[in-house]
């Protein structure tokens, strides 16, 4: 495989995100004592941080590997979403079809860390479903999106916030298959059946137990083969790529399946990875048609990042060194 030429192939695609944006906040401080008051630890805050997570996460892992990169989500008009939407601008990510719904919040994850530990987690959110107004207005963004830029991925990004409702889901795809667009979706349980015909289908191990409603702890290539047969009688989707945690990735397309083990890490946080994921597969997969390739790349992004603390995003440099390395 050359990977400069991919690599450089990977700069010249257009992504579109669709989903569950967030800010990610972090206050990092020391503990050194309990607090009288209570029986919990008592942080002496040293810095504030923010970052971006959810599908804007994904945003910007496309962003990082060059890919000109375009989110279509549902802000708050609060200090959040400004926050949100100039750190998206900074990192050179698409702005201008985002929707501002005045009677949402915009999620908002604040982590209390310390020594690089979270010790608490406070939630900002609205989980209710978007209305019919804010449904209109979304997939008409996407549909002016496409009339002017026609990407060649669209990454469904679900986080259960509400953006993506049974409507919009069922109304992108078509408008992808209509559009020769590549799909890929990372699920959660809230709507885990309603991506019908989607191109990749990305959930972990734990959701599509619970979507499938299954009992088994089997985690070999057999038991695996199984759950993308039974995805498939539900979705008729194309690709199964299920992540494994600790034990790497799965994927299934036609009669191709594998496990691709992961390698070896020193694991500092596992937050954001499946975001990472998602984006390189999503993106080298639309670029190369190859899904053994976009699942060997995602592996080691994946791993890649949670030797991070906290969202990250993957560093081009980093992967591409390392695909020369182990997959050349």
């Known amino acids: 495989m050359d990977f400069e030429q991919l690599f450089k192939n990977l700069s010249n695609s257009k992504v579109l995100v669709v989903g569950d944006i967030m800010l990610d906040t972090y206050w990092w401080g ?172 990305k959930p972990n191990l734990k959701e599509v137990r619970e979507g499938l409603n299954l009992v088994t702890d089997a985690v070999d290539e057999e038991a695996l083969k199984h759950i993308h047969q039974a995805l498939q009688k539900k979705l008729q989707h194309r690709i199964s790529l299920i992540t494994l945690s600790e034990k790497g990735v799965f994927y299934q397309v036609d009669g191709e399946a594998r496990i691709i083990p992961t390698h070896v890490r020193n694991i500092a946080d596992v937050s954001g990875a499946g975001d990472t994921v998602i984006a390189v597969a999503a993106l080298v997969y639309a670029a190369t048609k190859n899904m053994h390739l976009a699942a060997d790349m995602a592996n080691i992004a994946g791993g890649l990042v949670c030797e991070e603390v906290g969202t990250a995003a993957i560093d081009k440099e980093k992967l591409y060194n390392e695909c020369c390395l182990l997959l050349d």
């Open 30 to 201: 020391n503990v050194d004592r309990i607090s009288p008051e209570a029986p919990v630890p008592v942080v002496a805050l040293k810095k504030k941080e923010l970052r971006v997570g959810g599908a804007a996460n994904v945003a910007l892992n496309t962003a990082s590997l060059g890919a000109a990169t375009s989110v279509i989500a549902v802000l708050g008009n609060d200090e959040n979403g400004a926050l949100l939407k100039q750190l998206l601008q900074q990192s050179g990510i698409n702005t201008d079809y985002l929707v501002t719904d005045s009677s949402r919040v915009t999620t908002n994850k604040t982590r209390v860390m310390s020594r690089n530990q979270q010790m608490m987690r406070l939630d900002a959110e609205e989980t209710e479903d978007i209305g019919k107004a804010t449904e209109d207005m979304l997939l008409q963004h996407v549909a002016d999106f496409f009339i002017k830029h026609k990407p060649d991925v669209l990454i469904l990004e679900d986080y259960n916030k509400g953006v993506l409702t049974p409507r919009v889901i069922k109304e992108l795809i078509a408008l992808c298959q209509s559009a020769g667009v590549t799909t890929a979706v990372d699920p959660k349980r809230k709507n885990f059946l309603s991506f019908q015909g989607v191109d990749i289908f």
